[in-house]
T-cell receptor, first 115, second 113 residues
Framework: EAQVTQNPRYLITVTGKKLTVTCSQN?????MSWYRQDPGLGLRQIYY???????DKGDVPEGYKVSRKEKRNFPLILESPSPNQTSLYFC??????????????FGPGTRLTVL | QKEVEQNSGPLSVPEGAIASLNCTYS??????FFWYRQYSGKSPELIMF????GDKEDGRFTAQLNKASQYVSLLIRDSQPSDSATYLC?????????????FGTGTQLKVEL
Protein backbone atom coordinates (compact mmCIF):
# COMPACT_ATOMS: atom_id res chain seq x y z
CA GLU A 1 0.00 0.00 0.00
CA ALA A 2 1.34 3.42 -1.01
CA GLN A 3 1.72 5.49 2.10
CA VAL A 4 3.61 8.01 4.19
CA THR A 5 4.31 6.94 7.74
CA GLN A 6 5.28 9.06 10.70
CA ASN A 7 6.45 8.12 14.15
CA PRO A 8 5.62 8.75 16.86
CA ARG A 9 1.97 9.72 16.39
CA TYR A 10 1.80 11.39 19.78
CA LEU A 11 4.60 12.77 21.90
CA ILE A 12 4.72 14.72 25.14
CA THR A 13 8.15 16.00 26.07
CA VAL A 14 9.87 18.69 28.10
CA THR A 15 11.67 21.83 27.07
CA GLY A 16 15.19 21.23 25.82
CA LYS A 17 15.03 17.48 25.36
CA LYS A 18 16.13 16.64 21.80
CA LEU A 19 13.66 14.65 19.75
CA THR A 20 13.30 13.26 16.25
CA VAL A 21 10.11 12.61 14.34
CA THR A 22 10.61 10.08 11.57
CA CYS A 23 8.94 10.15 8.18
CA SER A 24 9.10 7.46 5.53
CA GLN A 25 7.41 7.01 2.14
CA ASN A 26 7.26 3.97 -0.12
CA UNK A 27 6.28 5.68 -3.37
CA UNK A 28 9.78 6.56 -4.58
CA UNK A 29 8.88 10.25 -4.41
CA UNK A 30 11.63 12.79 -4.88
CA UNK A 31 9.88 15.62 -3.00
CA MET A 32 9.28 15.51 0.73
CA SER A 33 8.16 18.22 3.09
CA TRP A 34 7.35 18.95 6.72
CA TYR A 35 4.47 21.15 7.82
CA ARG A 36 3.12 22.29 11.13
CA GLN A 37 -0.54 23.05 11.62
CA ASP A 38 -1.80 25.42 14.27
CA PRO A 39 -5.34 26.73 14.86
CA GLY A 40 -6.00 29.82 12.78
CA LEU A 41 -2.63 29.62 11.03
CA GLY A 42 -3.19 26.69 8.70
CA LEU A 43 -0.44 24.51 7.30
CA ARG A 44 2.94 26.16 7.32
CA GLN A 45 5.95 24.61 5.64
CA ILE A 46 8.99 24.01 7.84
CA TYR A 47 11.48 22.40 5.46
CA TYR A 48 11.33 20.61 2.16
CA UNK A 49 13.60 18.41 0.09
CA UNK A 50 13.67 18.07 -3.66
CA UNK A 51 15.84 14.96 -3.56
CA UNK A 52 18.53 13.15 -1.58
CA UNK A 53 20.96 15.59 0.06
CA UNK A 54 18.91 18.57 -1.21
CA UNK A 55 16.98 20.43 1.48
CA ASP A 56 15.69 23.96 1.81
CA LYS A 57 13.90 26.13 4.34
CA GLY A 58 10.21 26.68 4.21
CA ASP A 59 8.32 29.49 5.91
CA VAL A 60 8.99 28.56 9.56
CA PRO A 61 12.34 26.73 9.82
CA GLU A 62 13.59 28.22 13.10
CA GLY A 63 14.22 25.59 15.75
CA TYR A 64 14.10 22.66 13.36
CA LYS A 65 16.58 20.59 11.39
CA VAL A 66 16.11 17.98 8.70
CA SER A 67 18.22 15.55 6.74
CA ARG A 68 17.68 13.56 3.57
CA LYS A 69 20.28 10.82 3.36
CA GLU A 70 17.94 8.31 1.73
CA LYS A 71 15.16 8.94 -0.74
CA ARG A 72 12.47 7.34 1.40
CA ASN A 73 13.25 9.01 4.75
CA PHE A 74 13.02 12.62 5.87
CA PRO A 75 13.35 12.98 9.66
CA LEU A 76 12.49 16.19 11.49
CA ILE A 77 14.82 17.04 14.38
CA LEU A 78 14.11 19.41 17.25
CA GLU A 79 17.45 19.95 18.96
CA SER A 80 16.04 21.92 21.90
CA PRO A 81 12.24 21.92 21.81
CA SER A 82 10.33 24.83 23.29
CA PRO A 83 6.63 25.18 24.19
CA ASN A 84 5.95 27.26 21.05
CA GLN A 85 6.75 24.16 19.02
CA THR A 86 3.71 22.42 20.43
CA SER A 87 1.74 21.66 17.28
CA LEU A 88 0.42 19.05 14.86
CA TYR A 89 3.11 18.04 12.40
CA PHE A 90 2.60 16.51 8.98
CA CYS A 91 5.09 14.97 6.61
CA UNK A 92 4.18 14.86 2.91
CA UNK A 93 5.68 13.54 -0.29
CA UNK A 94 5.09 13.87 -4.00
CA UNK A 95 6.75 13.45 -7.34
CA UNK A 96 9.07 16.34 -8.08
CA UNK A 97 8.34 16.88 -11.74
CA UNK A 98 6.07 19.67 -12.96
CA UNK A 99 2.54 20.03 -11.71
CA UNK A 100 2.68 16.77 -9.78
CA UNK A 101 4.54 18.57 -7.02
CA UNK A 102 1.17 19.67 -5.69
CA UNK A 103 -0.33 16.21 -5.54
CA UNK A 104 1.07 15.58 -2.11
CA UNK A 105 0.42 12.54 0.01
CA PHE A 106 0.32 13.31 3.70
CA GLY A 107 1.30 11.19 6.64
CA PRO A 108 -1.14 10.68 9.54
CA GLY A 109 0.36 13.47 11.63
CA THR A 110 2.34 13.72 14.86
CA ARG A 111 0.82 15.62 17.74
CA LEU A 112 3.65 17.11 19.77
CA THR A 113 3.31 18.75 23.16
CA VAL A 114 6.32 20.48 24.71
CA LEU A 115 5.93 21.26 28.41
CA GLN B 1 5.49 36.70 1.57
CA LYS B 2 3.16 34.97 -0.86
CA GLU B 3 -0.36 34.74 0.48
CA VAL B 4 -3.32 32.45 -0.04
CA GLU B 5 -6.55 33.74 1.49
CA GLN B 6 -9.66 31.82 2.43
CA ASN B 7 -12.70 32.68 4.50
CA SER B 8 -12.46 30.57 7.62
CA GLY B 9 -16.20 30.03 7.87
CA PRO B 10 -17.97 28.02 9.01
CA LEU B 11 -19.95 27.83 5.82
CA SER B 12 -23.24 26.07 6.48
CA VAL B 13 -25.31 24.60 3.65
CA PRO B 14 -28.31 22.27 3.71
CA GLU B 15 -27.96 18.73 2.45
CA GLY B 16 -28.36 18.59 -1.34
CA ALA B 17 -27.38 22.22 -1.88
CA ILE B 18 -24.33 23.57 -3.71
CA ALA B 19 -21.42 24.62 -1.51
CA SER B 20 -19.14 27.31 -2.92
CA LEU B 21 -15.66 27.71 -1.46
CA ASN B 22 -13.40 30.55 -2.49
CA CYS B 23 -9.68 31.28 -2.47
CA THR B 24 -7.57 34.22 -3.60
CA TYR B 25 -3.80 34.30 -4.03
CA SER B 26 -1.27 37.08 -4.26
CA UNK B 27 1.46 35.70 -6.54
CA UNK B 28 0.69 36.17 -10.22
CA UNK B 29 3.43 33.67 -11.02
CA UNK B 30 1.50 30.84 -9.37
CA UNK B 31 1.08 27.96 -11.76
CA UNK B 32 -1.02 25.23 -10.19
CA PHE B 33 -3.87 25.18 -7.73
CA PHE B 34 -5.07 22.45 -5.45
CA TRP B 35 -7.97 21.74 -3.14
CA TYR B 36 -7.46 19.48 -0.17
CA ARG B 37 -10.07 18.19 2.24
CA GLN B 38 -9.21 17.67 5.89
CA TYR B 39 -11.45 15.98 8.40
CA SER B 40 -11.00 16.93 12.02
CA GLY B 41 -7.88 15.27 13.47
CA LYS B 42 -6.92 13.73 10.13
CA SER B 43 -4.39 14.53 7.45
CA PRO B 44 -5.24 16.52 4.32
CA GLU B 45 -6.21 14.60 1.19
CA LEU B 46 -6.16 15.94 -2.35
CA ILE B 47 -9.56 16.21 -4.04
CA MET B 48 -9.00 18.47 -7.04
CA PHE B 49 -6.28 20.30 -8.94
CA UNK B 50 -6.47 22.80 -11.76
CA UNK B 51 -3.82 24.42 -13.95
CA UNK B 52 -5.70 26.28 -16.68
CA UNK B 53 -8.26 29.06 -16.63
CA GLY B 54 -11.84 27.86 -16.65
CA ASP B 55 -13.67 24.99 -15.02
CA LYS B 56 -12.64 21.44 -14.24
CA GLU B 57 -15.23 18.91 -13.14
CA ASP B 58 -14.73 15.67 -11.25
CA GLY B 59 -17.93 14.01 -10.07
CA ARG B 60 -19.72 16.35 -7.68
CA PHE B 61 -16.73 18.70 -7.53
CA THR B 62 -15.93 21.58 -9.88
CA ALA B 63 -12.82 23.72 -9.59
CA GLN B 64 -12.86 27.15 -11.21
CA LEU B 65 -9.76 29.20 -11.94
CA ASN B 66 -9.47 32.83 -12.99
CA LYS B 67 -5.81 33.81 -13.18
CA ALA B 68 -6.56 37.42 -14.17
CA SER B 69 -8.51 37.89 -10.94
CA GLN B 70 -6.17 35.58 -8.97
CA TYR B 71 -9.13 33.59 -7.80
CA VAL B 72 -9.84 29.89 -7.53
CA SER B 73 -13.01 28.28 -6.25
CA LEU B 74 -14.44 24.86 -5.48
CA LEU B 75 -18.09 23.99 -6.00
CA ILE B 76 -19.57 20.92 -4.35
CA ARG B 77 -22.91 19.86 -5.84
CA ASP B 78 -25.48 17.81 -3.96
CA SER B 79 -23.66 18.40 -0.68
CA GLN B 80 -23.70 15.50 1.76
CA PRO B 81 -23.10 15.43 5.53
CA SER B 82 -19.90 13.49 4.76
CA ASP B 83 -18.60 16.58 2.95
CA SER B 84 -18.44 18.38 6.30
CA ALA B 85 -14.74 19.11 6.69
CA THR B 86 -12.18 21.87 6.32
CA TYR B 87 -11.18 22.62 2.72
CA LEU B 88 -7.66 23.86 2.11
CA CYS B 89 -6.63 25.79 -0.97
CA UNK B 90 -3.00 25.37 -2.02
CA UNK B 91 -1.00 27.23 -4.64
CA UNK B 92 2.18 26.04 -6.31
CA UNK B 93 4.87 28.48 -7.23
CA UNK B 94 8.26 27.90 -8.74
CA UNK B 95 10.97 29.56 -6.67
CA UNK B 96 14.71 29.76 -7.10
CA UNK B 97 15.06 26.64 -5.00
CA UNK B 98 12.37 24.68 -6.76
CA UNK B 99 8.67 24.12 -6.32
CA UNK B 100 6.78 25.23 -3.23
CA UNK B 101 3.21 24.81 -2.03
CA UNK B 102 1.56 27.54 0.01
CA PHE B 103 -1.66 26.67 1.82
CA GLY B 104 -4.55 28.86 2.87
CA THR B 105 -5.89 28.57 6.40
CA GLY B 106 -8.91 26.62 5.21
CA THR B 107 -12.69 27.03 5.12
CA GLN B 108 -14.80 24.90 7.42
CA LEU B 109 -17.85 23.48 5.66
CA LYS B 110 -20.87 22.15 7.55
CA VAL B 111 -23.54 20.29 5.64
CA GLU B 112 -26.74 20.19 7.67
CA LEU B 113 -29.46 17.55 7.50
Amino acid sequence: EAQVTQNPRYLITVTGKKLTVTCSQNMNHEYMSWYRQDPGLGLRQIYYSMNVEVTDKGDVPEGYKVSRKEKRNFPLILESPSPNQTSLYFCASSKERGEEIGEQFFGPGTRLTVL
Amino acid sequence: QKEVEQNSGPLSVPEGAIASLNCTYSDRGSQSFFWYRQYSGKSPELIMFIYSNGDKEDGRFTAQLNKASQYVSLLIRDSQPSDSATYLCAVREVTGGGNKLTFGTGTQLKVEL
